[in-house]
């Protein structure tokens, strides 16, 4: 007969990061330089499309919303694991790990649907060239953007309602340098897990429906490059939405990933590397992705720092 204890938390201890202090060392201070990455780049972006004028398109209004995003997703969770290594000290609080749980997935959530807008955004570019200004009129740029962060909000509060709503069995350890669901999964007693299962399962059949559609929306996209009589001209349209393919990529892939092994009881090097990849690569990587082949981008940081730049064409 299995007998689960049942406990009232009042913290828990993130035990992420490796015993070895050397090892322990090298992962804040790779953190740490990430982390600075992330917010140099994305306040960058935040900075250009706000005050250069020829980056007030509907594109870089919803790239500066990304931006403000993935600063907001990657100071939830580094921040507290660099003191606590630092510290020496791995405790948060119940309502702490609560509130990490609820943050990380309005902000991952509302980074999808900003993506899924900005998939919209290149079809009506590209597609409907002519009607493009009407179809992504400020206001509804506005609507789609407030709409993205409203479904994040509604994500994460289900989320942590289901996950919160149990009782926690056996230690307080959560096997991960921040609280996510699938490590807390591992500590919630047997047979109150279905809630959140719940959850998952609906969370996880509307990200496919919206994945869906963005692919929908590219086959649109694609097959309008291909109609394109030069080969110039199909290669430049298909250059405007690689940034875009290229984020997508990386977020969903480097999550679906880390939530592979993140459910696992032990810990590991190769556990907390998979984390990594989908809680600090998407953040810091972003701003090099759009900005790399972006004439527009460039320019306004060669300007912004005071240097004449002449694009490529």
């Known amino acids: 007969m299995e007998i689960n204890v049942t406990l009232i938390l009042v913290d828990f201890l993130l035990m992420g990061f490796p015993d ?34 020829h980056l007030q398109s509907p594109m870089y209004f919803f790239l500066k919303n990304l931006s403000l995003i993935d600063i ?147 086959v649109y996209i694609f097959s309008t490059v291909l109609k394109i009589p030069s080969a110039e001209g199909r290669l430049k349209t298909f250059y405007t939405c690689m940034p875009h393919l290229t984020a997508v990529t990386l977020f969903l892939s480097s999550g679906f990933i880390a939530y592979l092994g993140s459910a696992s009881k032990s810990l590991s090097s190769l556990n907390l590397f998979m984390t990594v990849l989908y809680s600090l690569l998407p953040p810091s990587l972003n701003p090099v992705i759009y900005s790399l082949r972006n004439r527009d981008m460039k320019v306004a940081i060669g300007n912004f720092f005071g240097e004449k730049m002449i694009p490529k064409i």
């Open 20 to 53: 070895d202090q050397v090892l322990q060392r090298l992962w804040t201070a790779l953190f740490f330089l990430i982390y600075m990455a992330a917010l140099t780049g994305n306040l960058l972006i935040i900075t250009l499309a706000t005050i250069d004028q």
């Open 72 to 218: 907001c997703y990657i100071s939830v969770t580094v921040p507290k694991s660099i003191m606590n290594s630092l510290t020496n000290s791995h405790s948060i609080s119940f309502m702490g790990c609560a509130s990490q749980v609820f943050l990380v997935i309005f902000f991952a959530g509302t980074e999808f649907a900003l993506l899924l807008v900005m998939s919209y955004d290149r079809y009506g570019a590209i597609c409907h060239p002519l009607h493009y200004e009407a179809i992504m009129h400020r206001s509804t740029c506005v609507q789609m953007v407030t709409a993205s962060w409203l479904s994040g909000c509604l994500y994460g509060s289900l989320h942590v309602a289901g996950m919160f709503s149990v009782h926690f069995c056996g230690p307080n350890i959560v096997h991960q340098f921040f609280c996510d669901i699938p490590s807390l999964l591992t500590l919630v007693c047997s047979g109150e897990k279905v809630l959140e299962y719940v959850f998952i399962i609906a969370s996880c059949c509307f990200t496919f429906v919206c994945f869906i559609l963005m692919v929908v929306s590219y």
